[in-house]
C-alpha cells in the first residue's frame, strides 16, 4: 500500500503576516509546498490530504490545489477549534485551534493508510521524503509502526528570530528516546541558545537531532492520539493558550513501552519561512537547486 501526505496548513501564520504557506518562492512562482508534494511523489506517495482553515478554504483552492490536478489525489480537511470529543466544549475566551496532535486528528477521516506528517511551510528536501517513503512502504498499515526524519538543529535555524524545535534523544539503535519541545530557540553570534520557560537561557551546540515534525505512521496512532487527547483536555482544556503537540503523541507512546520510533537521520538543509526576512534566502536557495538540475522550472513541467 502507497502512504499518504498529511500537510498541516492550518497555522495561523502571525510571526509571519498573512497566509505565508501560498507566499511564492520558486522561479515559476512556485510555493514550498509544491516542492514537497513533488518530492513526496517521486518517493510513492499517492494522496495528499491538507489540513486547513475554513477561512483559507477559497485561496488554498483557487492558489494550491489547482496546482496539483492530475498530479496526485487530494482532498481536503478542516482544523477547528469546535471539533472536540462530545463532552468537551471550548473555553470561552479561546481563539486558536488546540495544535499539532489536533490537527493530524482533523485529518484522521481521509487516512486509511500509512502517512506522513509534514508543515505546509517547510522545505524538507527529497532525501527526507525517500527516507520516509521507503520507512512507509513496508511497514504492516494495522500494526503501531512510527518514524521521524531528524535534522542537525544548526541547518534549521533562522537568521531573524526564534523557532520552535522538539530536540530529540536517540539511541544507538536509531530509535527515538525522547523528544522536548523547546519553543524559543535563537541563533546568536555567541551561539545557539534556547530560551527556557523559568528565564534561563541553554546553550546548545548545534548538531542535536532535531524534529521538524516529519513523521511518518500508521494508523492505529490515531486511536492513541485520540485517547491521549481527551487525556490533555482533562488536564489542560481551560488553558487558553495550551497545544496538544504531536512529539508529546509520541513520547507518551515511547515511555509507556507501547511503540518504538525510528530516527531517519538526514544532513539535509532544511529551510522554512518563519519571518518575512526568510523569504529571499528561501528562494535563493530553492533558484540554487534548480540550477543544479534537482527541479526543473517550472516544477509540473
Known amino acids: 500500500m502507497k502512504p499518504a501526505l498529511l500537510v498541516l496548513a492550518a497555522g495561523m501564520g502571525s510571526r509571519y503576516g ?10 515559476s512562482g512556485e510555493i514550498i509546498l509544491e516542492y514537497s508534494v513533488y518530492d513526496a511523489i517521486r518517493a510513492g506517495f499517492d494522496k495528499a490530504v491538507f489540513v486547513i482553515r475554513r477561512d483559507i ?20 480537511v478542516f482544523q477547528d477549534l469546535h471539533d472536540l470529543p462530545r463532552e468537551y466544549t471550548v ?12 490537527a493530524v486528528l482533523s485529518g484522521s477521516p481521509a487516512l486509511s493508510q500509512p502517512f506522513a506528517v509534514i508543515n505546509a511551510d517547510d522545505f524538507y528536501g527529497s532525501q527526507a521524503f525517500d527516507a520516509a517513503g521507503q520507512f512507509l512502504s513496508r511497514v504492516d498499515s494495522h500494526a ?35 523528544v522536548e519541545e523547546h519553543t524559543k530557540i535563537e541563533k546568536t553570534p555567541e551561539g545557539i541558545v534556547s530560551h527556557l ?18 513523521f511518518g505512521f500508521t494508523p492505529p496512532l490515531l ?7 481527551k487525556d490533555f483536555l482533562d488536564q489542560h482544556g481551560n488553558d487558553l493558550k495550551a497545544e496538544f503537540y504531536i512529539p508529546k503523541v509520541v513520547n507518551t507512546l515511547i515511555h509507556s513501552g507501547e511503540a518504538q520510533l525510528s530516527v531517519l ?31 526543473p522550472s517550472p516544477l509540473w513541467s
Open 91 to 102: 473555553p470561552e475566551g479561546r481563539q486558536k485551534p488546540w495544535g499539532t496532535g489536533h
Open 265 to 295: 537521520q538526514t544532513d539535509a538543509q532544511w529551510f522554512g519561512i518563519t519571518y518575512q526576512e526568510d523569504r529571499p534566502r528561501v528562494i535563493q536557495s530553492i533558484r540554487t537547486l534548480v540550477d543544479q538540475g534537482r527541479y
Open 18 to 27: 498573512g497566509i505565508k504557506q501560498i507566499e511564492p518562492v520558486g522561479p
Open 57 to 76: 478554504e477559497r485561496d488554498f483552492t483557487d492558489h494550491v490545489l489547482t496546482r496539483f490536478d492530475s498530479k496526485i489525489q487530494t482532498e481536503v
Open 223 to 229: 486511536d492513541r492520539a485520540r485517547s491521549q487527547f
Open 197 to 214: 520557560a523559568d528565564g534561563t537561557a541553554q546553550e546548545l551546540t548545534g548538531d542535536e537531532t532535531v524534529s521538524m515534525n516529519l
Open 144 to 178: 503501531l509502526e512510527l518514524c521521524m526524519v531528524g535534522y542537525r538543529l544548526d541547518k534549521t535555524v533562522s537568521d531573524h528570530g526564534t523557532v520552535s524545535r522538539g530536540l530529540c534523544q536517540v539511541d544507538a539503535r536509531g530509535y527515538l528516546q525522547d
